[in-house]
Nanobody, 118 residues
Framework: QVRLMESGGGLVQAGGSLRLSCTASESIFSIFGMGWYRQAPGKQRELVASVTSGNNSPSRINYADAVKGRFTVSRDNAKKQLSLQMNSLKPDDTAVYYC????????WGQGTQVTVSS
């Protein structure tokens, strides 16, 4: 069972930056693609960034249109760590951010709150 822990959220003004980190408890992290998801109040959880495992081919990265050009996802399989660099943040980015495998197989963690003020 994969347990995940997110950190790095906070309150930031529009235009600011934050860096989120996720650590996984099991070696399965290196097998599956990993992603950052977010859930805003009253909305469904959505996938915003993903990166494949990179085990058999170069890693492929994808972003939701809403964050493309502003967010950068990276992973370190040796450390079982996934990161999300978020720049040029907008109030619409306000949400709880979670990491999980692609598709989501691990128990959802508590997430980390990101609040962007206008």
């Amino acid at each position: 069972q994969v347990r995940l822990m997110e950190s790095g959220g906070g309150l930031v003004q529009a235009g600011g930056s934050l860096r989120l980190s996720c650590t996984a408890s099991e070696s399965i992290f290196s097998i599956f693609g990993m992603g950052w998801y977010r859930q805003a109040p009253g909305k469904q959880r959505e996938l915003v960034a993903s990166v494949t495992s990179g085990n058999n081919s170069p890693s492929r990265i994808n972003y939701a249109d809403a964050v493309k050009g502003r967010f950068t996802v990276s992973r370190d399989n040796a450390k079982k760590q996934l990161s999300l660099q978020m720049n040029s943040l907008k109030p619409d980015d306000t949400a709880v951010y979670y990491c999980n495998t692609i598709p989501p197989l691990g128990d959802w963690g508590q997430g980390t709150q990101v609040t962007v003020s206008s």
